[in-house]
């Protein structure tokens, strides 16, 4: 049998990193505890009226986020408020998934076309390792908007 578990983030800014990643995943914000979201509603304002609800000082409304998978098959990711900014290089890392069973060409552009939205959505590139099998397909290595390092894959 094995274990559940979530990803836990220390970060500057939970929201803004749950939003971030919350676009790249495809996961969703999970309603604030005892609150129906009718499809289109907006979840940030939801958690925004429950914290004015239960009480909490303003400046610890941003303490903590969570994202989860919709299908509730992976992880739930968690992003924990820290004073200090990220130091050093990531010891653990997220590899997403973006061009899984393609070779080549084929899979590398499809990295740069993942690459291309996730640097709209406040990423950065950080290096492209190219293809050299048959240990390693290509991969592009990334940064989120606080620094964590993740790869496309």
């Known amino acids: 049998m094995s274990t559940e578990f979530q990803v836990t983030f220390d970060a500057r800014d939970p929201k803004a990193q749950a939003e971030f990643w919350r676009q790249v995943l495809g996961y969703v914000v999970p309603a604030p505890p005892g609150v129906e979201l009718a499809p289109g509603d907006d979840v940030w304002a939801a958690w925004e009226e429950a914290l004015e609800r239960f009480n909490v000082p303003k400046q610890r409304r941003n303490a903590q986020s969570a994202i989860e998978d919709p299908e ?12 200090e900014e990220k130091a050093v290089k990531n010891r653990v890392h997220l590899d997403v998934r973006s061009a899984p069973g393609l070779r080549g060409e084929e899979r590398m552009a499809a990295l740069e076309a993942e690459h291309d939205r996730l640097v709209a959505l406040g990423a950065k590139r950080l290096r492209r390792e190219e293809p050299a099998p048959p240990l390693s397909f290509g991969f592009i290595v990334m940064a989120d908007p606080e620094g964590n390092e993740f790869c496309l894959d």
Do not use: D, E, L, Y
């Open 72 to 83: 509730g098959k992976r992880p739930r990711v968690f992003f924990q408020q820290v004073p």
